[in-house]
């Protein structure tokens, strides 16, 4: 039973910082695609960030040079550090994995079967 939970959600000024966690537990079953999403109210989800198991990792436009994904193999954890943080980067953030091929690619969330349960990440003006 593979399970992603996160943490480090939170609110933060205007060129502020946040790291965001995602622990997969039962990692065993599944390795593939892990991706960061975000949902802005009003707005569908998107993704933000993408890990593969090659460890290459992809980045939509908004957030190229002020996001970094990462991974932490010997704990199974994914984090999302982000910087130089806006108003709308505010959004509910959201960790996911395959089982999937993303080639690299941000995909689409219908792809993705295991879920984190998202954390708020609010950044003020």
């Known amino acids: 039973q593979v399970q992603l939970v996160q943490s480090g959600g939170g609110s933060v000024q205007t060129g502020g910082s946040l790291r965001l966690s995602c622990t997969i537990f039962?990692?065993?079953?599944?390795?593939?695609?892990l991706t960061w999403f975000r949902q802005a109210p009003g707005k569908e989800r998107e993704g933000v960030a993408v890990?593969?198991?090659?460890?290459?990792?992809n980045y939509s436009d908004s957030v190229k040079g002020r996001f970094t994904i990462s991974r932490d193999y010997a704990k199974n954890t994914l984090f999302l550090e982000m910087t130089s943080l806006k108003p709308e980067d505010t959004g509910i953030y959201y960790c996911?994995?395959?089982?999937?091929?993303?080639?690299?690619?941000?995909?689409?969330?219908?792809?993705?079967?295991?879920w984190g349960q998202g954390t708020q990440v609010t950044v003020s003006s």
């Open positions: 890990q593969d198991d090659d460890g290459s990792s």
């Open positions: 039962g990692y065993i079953y599944i390795d593939s695609c």
């Open positions: 996911a994995a395959g089982p999937l091929s993303c080639a690299h690619l941000l995909l689409p969330p219908g792809r993705f079967t295991y």
